[in-house]
């Protein structure tokens, strides 16, 4: 039997196959309806939300607006770590024509589904 950090672990792979497919529906699927989002792109493009977006409809609208503006898009896993209540995953962000961004992030999962998102920077 799977133990809940495996399990955390497996949602992650899930989470960058999806974003990297660019598949909205797959990676939607991943989160709990209320969940909550952080991101400090976010907070650049979109200064009103401060950073944080909730739900998935604003999740929807933020990843669709990315994956339009940004088709080449892809996340590159570096390391993910585990436990029986999030994952940090370290990656590399790859857009064509832009340098390589190293990122951070935290899923903190419940209940098999991701309830906030928290992504780190420079």
Known sequence: MKSKAD???HIALKWFEAFNQHDLEKLLALYNNQAKHYSPKLKIRRP???GMVAGKAALRDWWKDSFERLPTLRYEVQKLTADNEQVFMEYIRHVEGEDDLS???VLQIENGEIVFSRVYHG
């Open 48 to 50: 009103e939300t401060n």
């Open 7 to 9: 399990n955390n672990k």
């Open 103 to 105: 990122v951070g992030e």
